[in-house]
């Protein structure tokens, strides 16, 4: 197991947000065992089997499907 923060930079409003689309969206992702965004700081944590996936691939999933910049802490 592999655990890393990840920064999220918001193109749009975290309080407009309906959901946490983010940690639905890492949380779908195969291999990811946990992830726990924290608004406030603008980070997520993601613990990830990382024989199965590695971070690149978690932070090419959320570039791809949220409206968030993501770079590892």
Avoid: H, P, R, Y
């Avoid at 890393?4 to 930079?9: A, D, G, N, R, S």
């Avoid at 193109?11 to 983010?22: G, Q, R, Y």
Wanted: hydrophobic share 45%.
């Amino acid at each position: 197991m592999k655990k890393i923060t990840l920064i999220l930079v918001a193109l749009v409003s975290f309080a407009i947000a309906k959901d946490d689309k983010v940690t639905k969206v890492v949380e779908n992702i195969k291999g990811v065992k946990d992830c726990e965004v924290d608004f406030a700081s603008n980070t997520a944590i993601v613990v990830f089997d990382d024989k199965k996936l590695d971070s690149k691939e978690i932070i090419d999933v959320l570039k791809k499907k949220t409206a968030n910049k993501v770079k590892i802490k």
